[in-house]
């Protein structure tokens, strides 16, 4: 097998996105992480922010490597020259939504979507839900990676002084 992208808001990136990104590069030549830019949605983290962690977290995959793009993902797959995306599925929930992405992208490009069944350690995990826990004062220690972490709790303490 040749390419595939892993998209995503990677805001910021868990062990459970690590995890599915770690499995496809098993199975793929080369693996492009993808930061997906959405205007309308203002993240805890900039884009090059989540770039950087992305990096740091992926150093141990040489055939990874990490982008970004604004507008729709079979476009810069097309730029790209990879044929395949691969996305982790939690359970049904994201199976519901995740179908119908990869249905539309299959209309609208031929580009398909393979996907990974989540490891079940990291399947109550979203970055979502990790940044509320966080916010809250939870502890969140083995959901992200050590560094990310980090900057989760800097970040934090950094919006509650604003
Ligand atoms: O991590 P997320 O937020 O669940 O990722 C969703 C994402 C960013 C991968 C998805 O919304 C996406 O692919 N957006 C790019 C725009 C696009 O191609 N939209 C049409 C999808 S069928």
């Not at 490891?119 to 966080?134: D, F, G, M, R």
């Not at 220690?141 to 509650?160: N, Q, S, Y």
Request: some cysteine; proline content about 3%.
């Amino acid at each position: 097998m040749t390419g595939a992208i892993c998209p995503g808001s990677f805001d910021p990136v868990t062990n459970g996105h690590l995890d599915v990104i770690g499995r496809a590069a098993a199975q793929f030549d080369r693996v492009i992480v993808t930061v997906m830019i959405n205007q309308n949605k203002r993240g805890l983290f900039t884009v090059d922010e989540r770039i950087d962690m992305l990096r740091d977290a992926t150093t141990d995959l040489p055939n990874v490597e990490v982008a970004s793009w604004q507008g729709l993902l079979v476009d810069f797959a097309r730029e790209r020259g990879v044929g395949a995306i691969v996305k982790g599925l939690r359970g049904a929930n994201d199976f519901d939504y995740e179908l119908q992405m990869a249905q539309m992208n299959q209309k609208l490009s031929g580009v398909d979507t393979l996907f990974i069944a989540t490891n079940p350690t990291y399947s109550y995990l979203s970055s979502s839900l990790v940044k509320e826990v966080a916010t809250f004062g939870g502890d969140v220690t083995g959901m992200l990676p050590d560094e990310v972490h980090k900057r989760l709790l800097t970040r934090i303490a950094e919006r509650a002084g604003q």
